[in-house]
């Protein structure tokens, strides 16, 4: 019912800035909280930061201060600013919508920090 697709990442050297988009489609997106996930080979998914319905943020202690997640409901798309990249941060970044009844997942998109 919800589809997701990730676009924005790519190859950036440590202490840069990529922005990640996440468009959906499906109904009722302003009612979804939305958050963002990576997982790095060998590791198990790990959140990175989340935005309620209402607009709430929460983050990872890894990434505060440097990451801003942001939702834009007139275009049904949750963005994930990464700025002041670390290797640290390379992972696939998957985005996913949920409710209390069910939690939607995209492909994900690879971010490689490296030099």
């Known amino acids: 019912q919800v589809q997701l697709v990730e676009s924005g990442g790519g190859l950036v050297q440590p202490g840069g800035s990529l922005r990640l988009s996440c468009a959906t489609s499906g109904r009722d997106f302003s009612r979804y909280a939305m958050g963002w996930y990576r997982q790095a080979p060998g590791k198990q998914r790990e959140l990175v930061a989340t935005i309620t319905s209402s607009g709430s943020t929460n983050y990872a202690d890894s990434v505060k201060g440097r990451f801003t997640i942001s939702r834009d409901n007139a275009k049904n798309t949750v963005y994930l600013q990464m700025n002041s990249l670390i290797p640290e941060d390379t992972a696939v970044y998957s985005c996913?919508?949920?409710?209390?009844?069910?939690?939607?997942w995209g492909q994900g998109t690879q971010v490689t920090v490296s030099s």
């Open positions: 996913n919508a949920f409710n209390s009844v069910y939690t939607y």
